[in-house]
T-cell receptor, first 113, second 115 residues
Framework: AQSVTQPDIHITVSEGASLELRCNYS??????LFWYVQSPGQGLQLLLK??????LVQGIKGFEAEFKRSQSSFNLRKPSVHWSDAAEYFC???????????FGAGTTVTVRA | GAGVSQSPRYKVAKRGQDVALRCDPI?????LFWYQQALGQGPEFLTY????????KSGLPSDRFFAERPEGSVSTLKIQRTQQEDSAVYLC?????????????FGQGTRLTVV
């Protein structure tokens, strides 16, 4: 069975500070990993994805994530957050021939001035 | 349009009422998904279409839920005799790939509230 754990329900960070969101996954084969962002009243927007190759992936809006197979983790980072980064972030896992995605419960990010 | 479009954006239904939620995927996208997102939770898979064929409906919570995509483009998710536990955001996503994982593009969702 596949599953995703996002240990932090809510994170508050100051504008300009760095941000790291944790994601741990369980998947029986080679995982495809995704980070999505959801702003209030909006759908999910893909920030970045990892399928294979370089374990450090760059995404949109200045985000990056690192795949660590030994730790079953895919943590999301941003060096300097902007007020517009306040949103809910979801990590998801699937497989190459597995069209379903399993999502974590999400981490809400609040940015304070 | 350029993205996945869902309508209505908001729906309030009385318990026992039937509802129909519409999804217009990105033109030409072969794959279409429905997900259910309960308050404070991540999306949960409901069903998957490849063109007009419903290949996976393993996530549908009960036989009150029914989805169709008769011409391989627009899809409708129907919920019969709605219950309070059906209150959630229903997300539709489409993908250009068939049967394998790639980037899925999500719509804004329909927020269903059953009163």
């Amino acid at each position: 069975a596949q599953s995703v754990t996002q240990p932090d329900i809510h994170i508050t960070v100051s504008e300009g500070a760095s941000l790291e969101l944790r994601c741990n996954y369980s998947y029986g084969a080679t995982p495809y990993l995704f980070w999505y962002v959801q702003s209030p009243g909006q759908g999910l927007q893909l920030l970045l994805k990892y399928f294979s190759g370089d374990t450090l992936v760059q995404g949109i809006k200045g985000f990056e994530a690192e795949f660590k197979r030994s730790q079953s983790s895919f943590n999301l980072r941003k060096p300097s957050v902007h007020w517009s980064d306040a949103a809910e972030y979801f990590c998801a896992v699937g497989g190459r021939n597995d069209y379903k995605l399993s999502f974590g419960a999400g981490t809400t990010v609040t940015v304070r001035a | 349009g350029a993205g996945v479009s869902q309508s209505p954006r908001y729906k309030v239904a009385k318990r026992g009422q039937d509802v129909a939620l519409r999804c217009d995927p990105i033109s030409g996208h072969v794959s279409l998904f429905w997900y259910q997102q309960a308050l404070g939770q991540g999306p949960e898979f409901l069903t998957y279409f490849q063109n007009e064929a419903q290949l996976d409906k393993s996530g549908l919570p009960s036989d009150r839920f029914f989805a169709e995509r008769p011409e391989g483009s627009v899809s409708t998710l129907k919920i019969q005799r709605t219950q309070q536990e059906d209150s959630a955001v229903y997300l539709c996503a489409s993908s250009p790939a068939a049967g394998r994982n790639t980037e899925a593009f999500f719509g804004q969702g329909t927020r269903l509230t059953v009163v």
